[in-house]
């Protein structure tokens, strides 16, 4: 198995710039993407079950290497560090085409990559579905829970409000929600022996004979441009009068939202 | 990089397993049994203790940033975590014999055993040779009487660390540390404590009552005593010394917040120079026992003396303790000396942090030894 983790900043740890309404990302303190964490827990878990061999992946500046110590104390077999100057800036396309490379490199033989459904810091919740693409295989989303049975996987996902089962044959590629596989705690004696002994395999473009022009912000066909905060404009009011004009004044004020709610027209009722 | 994930991981841990409980384990003096479940098989008892124990190995800086995490959000079970790691299962390690370890080391590495470290009586606290529970030969057995008050982690032992003596006549030559463990008969625990801070800890007395324990349970050779008691009390403090800078963190923490968000005046009090000063020296502080503390960590594990140093961190960290957790109390007013905000239960829990494993005056005994002996 082939697990893809994400280095994100600590938002909650992060200082807020009021000013330019932006996170201070330089201050930022990295964890491992609270989604990712849980495709690691179920790569654990199908282990625990089925057997077999986990390596944890990331893309990343070198302090990435911390997600995988941590991936390699609660129980990875290896973790492989993709980093290079030119691979920053890379869009969700880009990075799952290096993934791809990357695990075709080092594990061609893989049965299943697992990736968290989305990251915390981007939202996009596209490197899963495209890494599938890339990778050749067939891939789902959004999956709560896997039982591996042979070379076939069957998948449950709660898909607006339906109860989806799935079955796909491997290898393939399956991205996690946090829901059900609530992440297990970090081993203090696995932490020590991951910094200590575990040795991080270390690949940058040459080492995976990628083509620098394809990659990075120079191989990204999306560039961001500009990133703010949608500004919560709050306001007191208050509304006076007897009980009766106080509701009058709710509906009057905000009929649409009060009829949005409930679903009808309240401006058609009256 | 790996101290700073040996933070991160901790203090999830935490916050997710501990944080929800602190406030209500400390109201009802209750110890969590259900969290040391979930700390058993990830190592927390057996935090430096060898692999082949089943202990983590950790390096002490490592020990340091794990005991201070715990303690920012329940200094009580910190206080459990440093003493049944610092001065229950390094004893045995450092001075046990291989057989000794193999029988003590694995059951309280795992958790199964918790233990406690038993020097202070009535009459005998930094006074140590002061101590006289009474150790018997009898053939191959020693029969142990006497009675252990203040004991950390009393009500929750499964093996204690007793110092006795066996010659009442020359009781400094003569102290040695027993290992005895919990379901030996004559031994019971006293009724536990009723403290104003650490409540979650069950400290109570112990009692020996003709307390026969074979003649291998002893630690090193009669006489022993005074010399594991200074070399463990050495490490011990490096772990109340975490313990201290966690609830200093703590309660500096929830004052920055606070101060941010307290209005008098029609502004927040964190900008007025009087709040900002006390913040500022908080921090200072912090970072200074912070590094103190470290220090004496990184000393212990390159293997030089660090008794000095270990005495300087935890003077240094235990009186931020009590000063940080003071202002803070002040910072927040009149809530602050309430049960409802956390700062209140900081406040309480620093205080001891100046007495036990050595009271203040005792660090500073200690330190001028070594100055005088330094200087001519």
């Not at chain 2, 979930?38 to 692999?51: E, I, V």
């Not at chain 2, 009669?222 to 313990?243: M, Y």
């Amino acid at each position: 198995m082939v697990v893809c983790l994400k280095q994100v900043p600590m938002v909650s740890e992060l200082p807020w710039d009021p000013a330019t309404g932006t996170l201070r990302r330089e201050l930022a303190e990295g964890m491992m993407n609270p989604a990712c964490r849980a495709a690691l827990e179920a790569a654990l878990r199908i282990r625990e079950a089925e057997g077999g061999e986990i390596t944890a992946i990331t893309m990343g500046p070198p302090m990435a290497e911390e997600v995988l110590r941590e991936a390699i104390a609660l129980g990875a077999d290896r973790g492989v560090l993709l980093t290079d100057r030119k691979m920053a800036g890379s869009d969700t396309s880009v990075t799952s085409f290096t993934l791809a490379r990357a695990i075709e490199k080092i594990c061609p033989q893989f049965d299943l990559v697992l990736c968290g459904f989305a990251t915390c810091d981007s939202e996009t919740a596209q490197v899963g579905p495209q890494l599938a693409e890339e990778l050749d295989v067939p891939g789902v989303g959004y999956v709560d829970e896997i039982a591996v049975s042979g070379q076939t996987v069957r998948m449950q996902r709660l898909s607006d409000n339906f109860l989806e089962t799935l079955e796909m044959d491997l290898p393939g590629l399956i991205t996690v929600t946090t829901g059900v596989y609530i992440p297990r705690h970090v081993p203090l004696g696995g932490l020590q022996a991951a910094f200590d002994t575990a040795d991080i395999v270390t690949l940058d473009t040459a080492s995976l004979g990628l083509d620098s022009e394809r990659i990075g912000v120079k191989g990204s066909a999306t560039k961001i441009l500009n990133v703010t905060s949608p500004a919560a404009g709050k306001k007191n009011i208050v509304l006076t009068g007897t009980p009766k004009r106080i509701v009058e004044q709710l509906f009057e004020r905000f009929d649409d939202k009060i009829g949005g709610a409930i679903g009808k027209d309240l401006k058609q009722d009256k | 990089m790996k101290h700073k994930v040996v933070r991160k991981a901790v203090r999830m841990f935490a916050e997710t397993e501990l944080g929800p409980i602190a406030h209500d384990i400390d109201r009802d003096a209750r110890f969590p049994w259900e969290v040391v479940e979930k700390m058993r098989p990830l190592h927390f008892f057996g935090l430096q203790a060898p692999k082949a124990f089943g202990g983590a190995e950790m390096d002490s800086i490592s020990y340091a940033i794990t005991i201070e995490e715990i303690s920012r959000v329940s200094a009580a079970v910190g206080l459990c975590l440093t003493v049944h790691n610092s001065v229950g299962i390094y004893p045995i390690e450092r001075f046990g014999t291989e057989e000794q370890k193999r029988r003590f080391l694995p059951a309280m590495t795992r958790g199964e055993r918790i233990g406690a470290f038993c020097l202070t009586e009535a009459n005998a606290g930094s006074d140590a040779g002061g101590v006289e529970t009474l150790a018997v030969r009898d053939g191959k057995d020693f029969v142990i009487n006497g009675t252990k008050i203040f004991v950390t982690n009393g009500g929750i032992c499964g093996t204690s660390l007793i110092f006795a003596i066996t010659d009442p006549q020359n009781p400094q030559r003569s102290a040695g540390v027993f290992v005895v463990e919990r379901d030996t008969p004559g031994f019971t625990v006293g009724e536990i404590e009723d403290l104003c801070g650490m409540r979650a800890n069950p400290v109570s007395s112990l009692f020996l009552e003709e307390c026969r324990v074979p003649e291998t349970n002893l630690l090193g050779r009669p006489g022993d005593g005074l010399k594991i008691g200074l070399v463990t009390l050495d490490t011990g403090r490096l772990g109340i010394a975490a313990q201290a800078l966690g609830l200093a963190q703590a309660a500096f923490e929830d004052a920055v917040r606070y101060s941010k968000e307290r209005q008098q005046f029609r502004k927040p009090i964190s900008s007025f120079q009087t709040i900002q000063n006390y913040l500022a020296d908080m921090a200072t502080e912090i970072s200074a026992a912070r590094l103190l503390l470290y220090r004496a960590c990184a000393l212990k594990d390159s293997g030089k003396l660090f008794s000095a140093e270990a005495a300087m961190a935890k003077l240094f960290c235990s009186a931020t303790a009590t000063r940080v957790t003071n202002l803070a109390v002040q910072i927040h007013g009149g809530y602050g000396y309430s049960k409802e905000y956390d700062v209140e239960r900081y406040f309480r829990d620093a205080k001891v942090t100046e007495i036990y494993e050595g009271t203040s005056e005792v660090q500073r005994m200690v330190i001028a030894r070594d100055v005088l002996a330094q200087r001519t």
